[in-house]
């Protein structure tokens, strides 16, 4: 198949299960167009099928907000044009569904059929799609989506809950590339923490919905009972505030904010245990990849995350804002005498998660468009 991929380029989940998912259907022999505006920051370098097509905006004097959608749409009919693709599978509903759907209906009008695969990641629903400035145009153009997938149970309900939608949705779990953990190295754990001390991460966009505070505060009363560090991976609007916080606290030497990695993973490999206290997440792709690391996880009860950490099992859950329970989670998981039960049954549970299960559902939903024949 000749399949283009549409996401954000950036560190966000959304992006890098776009990037990672179009690298193995390359590996598996099918060709990989990704449209967006920068190299997506996972595709590293080069390799068989996977091409990129650059969207690039031009500044006009007149335009206060260049009109990157319909950018986005002619680089779309472009790309399906000259690399005759088969399909299209958009991810990130805003804006990437309705340019498909315009890029979709001017290919109509040259008898063109365009298969458009949606998949919902989350912050396109449960946060930005629900503002009535977006909410008529997301409804639309995920009605008017040849297949619409979901990144969890919980994502899927929010969707027909907050949307008129009369497309079924089909889940399909955010999945890890097993070979990508066993490369890493994680030799620089001496660098940010003495042998005895507990190496606690985060890693995120450090927007309001992920509580990065609550990451410090919990932190704070773990370093009251043990031995312990952190790292802070990332950057957003939030970070100046965790800053603050900690310095507060009166933890600030023990706490690393290191902005935003290439490679979080890296960071994933030398930790003890992973805290993502969001107050809502409609996966946690971040929390999957932790445990893919034997890295178990304390997380909130909300939205997909208790469909990805089993609560003791695999890390523990509490409610939003419980930094009090938070902590004693942490405490107990770092406690020897469980720390490596729970690592290898985060291993575990990350390996249900593995590609090789997720991608042969979505070349089903891909033949299932391409067998489909045009409504007019
Ligand atoms: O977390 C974000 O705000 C970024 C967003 C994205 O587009 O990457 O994350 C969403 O999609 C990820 C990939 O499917 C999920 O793992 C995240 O849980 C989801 N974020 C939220 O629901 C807050």
Redesign the pocket.
Known sequence: MRIGMVC?PTF??????ATELGKALAANGHEVHFITYDQPVRLGSFRPNVFYHEVQISQYPLFDYPPYELVLASKMVEVVRQQNLDLLHV??AIPHASSAYMAKRILAEEGRHLPVVTTL????I??LGKDPGFEPVISFAINQSDAVTA?STS?RSDTYKLFGINQDIEVVP?FICPDHFKELRGQERHDFAEDEEHLLCHI??F?P??RVVDVIRTFALVAERLPAKLLMVGDGPDRSEAERVARECGIEGKVFFLGKLKNPLEALSISDLFLLP?E???????A?EAMACGVPVVATET??LPEVIRHGVSGMLAPIGAVEKMAEHAEFLLAPQHHEKFKQQALKRAAAFDITRVLPEYLRIYNGVLAEQPAD
């Not at 966000?12 to 299960?17: A, H």
């Not at 990641?121 to 396109?124: A, E």
């Not at 809502?280 to 971040?286: D, I, M, P, V, Y």
């Open positions: 954000y966000g989940g959304s992006g890098v299960v991810h990130y990641h989350g912050t396109d449960t946060l990144v994502l955010n995120s966009n927007r919905v992920k969001s809502s997440e409609s996966f946690g792709l971040a999957l939205g997909g």
